[in-house]
């Protein structure tokens, strides 16, 4: 499974970023997507995942400003993120777990920087 993350860039607060996926390779039928975050100094954490069924689960801290979504025929995830924040500055990680294994994939690092 590869990982190709494209999208992320400077923003103003209270702007939209959105970021984009797309995995390639054999995927197994069941499985979560989503999207990481690692900010300078802190350890990466969980923004949003989504699962092979589309069950979404959310960080509190982005719950109603970001949106994740996959497009099964394209095998994309994204991750519509809005009203965002200075805090929200950080490299966001595309993120593929195989269920069974389980095995993680990951893509390469995006960066989001938003001004105040």
């Known amino acids: 499974v590869q990982l190709q993350a494209s999208g992320g860039g400077l923003a103003q607060a209270g702007g939209s970023v959105r970021l984009s996926c797309t995995v390639s390779g054999r995927i197994p039928s069941v499985h979560t997507m989503g999207w990481y975050r690692q900010a300078p100094g802190k350890e990466r954490e969980v923004v949003a995942r989504i699962t092979s069924g589309g069950s979404t689960v959310y960080a509190d801290s982005v719950k109603s400003r970001f949106t994740i979504s996959r497009d099964n025929a394209k095998n994309t995830v994204d991750l519509q993120m809005n009203s965002l924040k200075p805090e929200d500055t950080a490299v966001y990680y595309c993120?593929?777990?195989?269920?069974?294994?389980?095995?993680?994939?990951w893509g390469k690092g995006t960066l989001v920087t938003v001004s105040s």
């Open positions: 993120h593929f777990r195989q269920v069974v294994g389980p095995v993680d994939y």
